[in-house]
């Protein structure tokens, strides 16, 4: 081959092959710019989501704040509890109303921040032993001067099937509304359940409650006193407390929880 020839060849190979190499180039950029831009969709999607979960998480804690502490309208859970259970009453006077709710909406806290943590995926029997126990240590704390065991296995167990009760209710609102998290708790509940459903969820969580008051019941038999006939009096009258206890905590949340009579 002459040398002008081979110049020529030789320059377009190079050249054939620049180019090749550019556009192998560009079909990588272009790859990488669409699986960045991919990735950056689903970040955003992601992100969107876990802010709409947050959405749903703060209208359930200003529902709990509401339903404990009361408003203009209606009586508050923890005063009217005050008025049928010495154990609340000497809870708000050794801590203040302020405190007292708060223990009680960090119980269902803990139920949501379960239901946070697992929305998409399954509740696992691992994760409602931990809550389970989490609560219990929470109420001993709580709760003081009181001849409930809250340590006793009964209670853990009561404690287990109010947080898979509870914790699955919540579950359900937060995945149900993750797409659209507009409204108040009410609005949230509705969107989320038929009434039928709504009726059913509540029921079993009184079945629940009943389950951990039931708890409590037992948890007297371990009870002892350094005062004569005192654990006597409180084995034998402690369950009857209890159990009217329950009967007012149940015509509380008759009264406040229905979402559509109102």
Known sequence: MKKPARRFFLKTGGLVAAVLAASAA???????????????????????????????????????????????????????????????????????????????????????????????????????????ENLVVHMEKEAKDTPIDYLHPAVKEGCKEFTKSRAGFFKKLIERNIENPRGDYRELVRKAFSREEYEKEFKAQQTAKIKLYGGFEKSFENYTSPIPGWAFLVKTFGPGIVRRTKEKSEEYNKKRDDIWDK
């Open 26 to 132: 560009c079909i990588c950029n272009s790859n990488s710019i669409r699986r960045i831009t991919l990735e950056g969709k689903t970040m955003q999607a992601v992100d969107l989501k876990e802010q709409n979960k947050r959405k749903v998480y703060r209208q359930v804690e200003a529902h709990l704040y509401n339903f404990f502490a009361g408003n203009e309208k209606e009586e508050g859970y923890v005063n009217f509890m005050s008025k049928h259970s010495s154990e609340v009453q000497k809870n708000l006077k050794a801590r203040g109303h302020k405190s007292v709710v708060e223990g009680y909406i960090e119980v269902h806290r803990k139920c949501l921040d379960l239901a946070m943590i697992k929305a998409g995926k399954a509740i696992t029997e691992e994760d409602l032993d931990v809550v389970a």
